[in-house]
């Protein structure tokens, strides 16, 4: 059988085209928010976000058991409305509250965990009916799943890229923005928000537990091949959604979970990278940083032009400007 024909039968099930688009929904927005992150130093909120989710999952789970639905109904708008929550909370103790940002995150990741657990408990299930929101399941994608994910994601599209220069701006330099006169924390919280999307979007295709890797190693690759602000969030997400469809097809073929496939292919394109350009870089010459402005140094042994070399030390002669 070849390549093709495999390519034909993987993408002729359906199960595997919903998980597919799902994945490719993902790998181009969970980067555009990671790179917010990456920019004000928060790189490690998509985990407490995610921690917090998977209380909401639990707490879906109960109201579902309760209300005689299907335990898992309510699973995912109770993860966006835990998550939320939990961003919201995070971004008022970081701002307002005398608890620093590091230990609020610590706090939202053991309670969440903790909560997630003993609620799913109380609901009649048990931990291993969460291990698919924790690690990623592709057999869980359900059509419904895969539009409420198309609306999420163009959402968070719709807030990264449409308010970038103002997020930005935010995420560099929160003073320097409130002298602008942005509306620093509407636009705090707007990230917040659209972190805690990403998280829940993510959280059927890479899990709760590995959701902020999708979300800050393609930012990192990004940085390594470029200084742009706006560069980096595009390469960034070309590289979750090439590592999101690659990691999620070798699922087809092999038995693993599809959350650690993509984050382990990510951190390998991040080696990658980041070994072969110091070597690339090694070859290159020297560019000039600002070759609009006229050069007023002496630059390899040779003086621009209209200035004269500086003379040997003894020689008795001058520099002339």
Do not use: K
Request: one cysteine or more; hydrophobic letters at 55%; aromatic letters at 4%.
């Amino acid at each position: 059988m070849t390549l093709l024909d495999e390519l034909g039968y993987l993408l002729g099930d359906p199960l595997m085209r919903r998980a597919l688009l799902a994945a490719l929904l993902v790998g181009v927005s969970a980067p555009v928010v990671g790179t917010y992150l990456v920019q004000r130093r928060l790189s490690l909120l998509g985990d407490g976000i995610g921690h917090v989710a998977l209380t909401g999952v639990a707490l879906g789970w109960m109201i579902g058991a309760a209300t005689g639905l299907a335990p898992d109904a309510l699973a995912v708008p109770g993860a966006v409305v835990a998550a939320i929550a939990g961003s919201v909370l995070i971004e008022v103790v970081r701002r307002r509250g005398r608890t620093s940002g590091d230990l609020a995150l610590a706090i939202m990741f053991y309670g969440g965990i903790a909560g997630g657990v003993l609620l799913i408990g109380l609901a009649g299930g048990s931990s291993g009916n969460l291990m698919a929101y924790l690690f990623g399941s592709i057999s869980t994608v359900t059509t419904t799943d895969l539009l409420l994910t198309a609306v999420l994601c163009a959402v968070i599209l719709l807030v990264g890229l449409g308010l970038r220069a103002a997020l930005f701006s935010v995420s560099h330099d929160e003073e320097f923005a409130t002298a602008s006169g942005l509306p620093v924390w509407a636009l705090n919280m707007a990230v917040a928000v659209v972190a805690a999307l990403t998280v829940t979007v993510a959280m059927r295709v890479v899990g709760l537990l590995l959701v902020s890797a999708l979300m800050i190693v393609p930012v990192a690759v990004g940085q390594l091949v470029t200084h742009s602000f706006r560069r980096t969030m595009l390469v960034a997400s070309l590289v979750g959604v090439s590592v999101c469809l690659v990691g999620l097809s070798l699922t087809y073929w092999q038995d693993v979970s599809p959350g650690a496939a993509i984050v382990v292919l990510a951190i390998g394109v991040y080696a990658v990278v980041a070994i072969v350009r110091p070597l690339l870089a090694r070859g290159r010459p020297a560019g000039d940083p600002h070759p609009d402005i006229p050069d007023d140094v002496e630059v390899a042994g040779r003086a621009p032009a209209g200035v004269r070399a500086p003379a040997a030390a003894g020689s008795g002669e001058e520099c002339v400007g």
